[in-house]
């Protein structure tokens, strides 16, 4: 069963509108280190954690300083946190250290450009990536877009031929991200075959509110496509 985590969410409406829709978990950008539309103050993003409702998992996507991601962590309490910056394997592996001691979940991101297809990470080769972020104890991996403008959230897909070899080869789970929105979701899971899949801006409105149509059929796109592929 593909799980689906929709991000971004910045007020208690998008909170109860995505949870009720059947998400699996919520994504909370926090204090995230480049200008995002949908960044929180660690007050906030603990505040809309506390509206969740039981079963529905609690994501903080930070970045690159470690003092910083373990004290949003200590304040915010997530069940997991996303790594979505640029900080190279070592420090990846020295936060997931302090985060695994807290009891919080790690999923590292690997951001291909949108441009070139290249992985943006100190660990050029994907695979070799994979490998030694699973060694060091992260519990997934997102594969997402990026573009020169924007780290995350870009609306733009990457090649799905390199995700799904990377899901194959890749001893933890599989999150697809980038681009995703209700039309292409279905044939993004055949393709890919991905764990999960996360969606952010595919889902909203101009003022990057969540658009409770988009929302809801996102979301029957992917368990439609996996009712289908238990069939």
Same mark, same amino acid.
């Given at each position: 069963?593909?799980?689906?985590?929709?991000?971004?969410? %910045?007020? !208690?409406?998008?909170?109860?509108?995505?949870?009720?829709?059947?998400?699996? +978990?919520?994504?909370?950008?926090? !204090?995230?280190?480049?200008? *995002?539309?949908?960044?929180?103050?660690?007050?906030?993003?603990?505040?809309?954690?506390?509206?969740?409702?039981?079963?529905?998992?609690?994501?903080? $996507?930070?970045?690159?300083?470690?003092?910083?991601?373990?004290?949003?962590?200590?304040?915010?309490?997530?069940?997991?946190?996303?790594?979505?910056?640029? !900080? /190279?394997?070592? $420090?990846?592996?020295?936060?997931?250290?302090?985060?695994?001691?807290?009891?919080?979940?790690?999923?590292?991101?690997?951001?291909?450009? %949108?441009?070139?297809?290249?992985?943006?990470?100190?660990? +050029?080769? /994907?695979?070799? +990536?994979?490998?030694?972020?699973?060694?060091?104890?992260?519990?997934?991996?997102?594969?997402?877009?990026?573009?020169?403008?924007? /780290?995350?959230?870009?609306?733009?897909?990457?090649?799905?031929?390199?995700?799904?070899?990377?899901?194959?080869? %890749?001893?933890?789970?599989?999150?697809?991200?980038?681009?995703?929105?209700?039309?292409?979701?279905?044939?993004?899971? *055949?393709? $890919?075959? /991905?764990?999960? *899949?996360?969606?952010?801006?595919?889902?909203?409105?101009?003022?990057?509110?969540?658009?409770?149509?988009?929302?809801?059929?996102?979301?029957?796109?992917?368990?439609?496509?996996?009712?289908?592929?238990?069939?």
């Amino acid at each position: 069963m593909t799980r689906i985590k929709i991000c971004g969410l %910045t007020n !208690e409406q998008d909170v109860h509108l995505c949870a009720s829709a059947g998400a699996d +978990a919520l994504g909370f950008v926090v !204090e995230y280190p480049v200008e *995002v539309p949908w960044n929180l103050n660690r007050e906030t993003a603990r505040r809309l954690m506390a509206r969740m409702p039981p079963f529905v998992t609690s994501v903080a $996507v930070v970045g690159d300083d470690p003092d910083q991601v373990l004290g949003i962590a200590e304040t915010v309490k997530p069940n997991v946190v996303q790594l979505h910056g640029r !900080e /190279p394997f070592a $420090v990846t592996a020295e936060m997931i250290r302090g985060l695994k001691s807290l009891g919080i979940g790690v999923i590292k991101a690997l951001r291909f450009s %949108t441009d070139s297809g290249e992985l943006d990470y100190d660990l +050029a080769d /994907p695979i070799e +990536a994979c490998h030694a972020l699973a060694e060091a104890g992260a519990d997934a991996i997102v594969a997402d877009s990026f573009t020169r403008s924007r /780290p995350a959230g870009t609306g733009k897909r990457f090649d799905w031929k390199v995700a799904r070899f990377l899901g194959d080869k %890749t001893p933890i789970p599989l999150i697809l991200a980038g681009g995703l929105t209700a039309e292409n979701v279905g044939r993004a899971i *055949v393709e $890919v075959n /991905p764990y999960g *899949v996360d969606v952010i801006s595919g889902v909203e409105g101009r003022d990057h509110k969540k658009d409770p149509d988009k929302v809801r059929a996102f979301v029957q796109a992917v368990k439609s496509t996996r009712c289908r592929a238990g069939d």
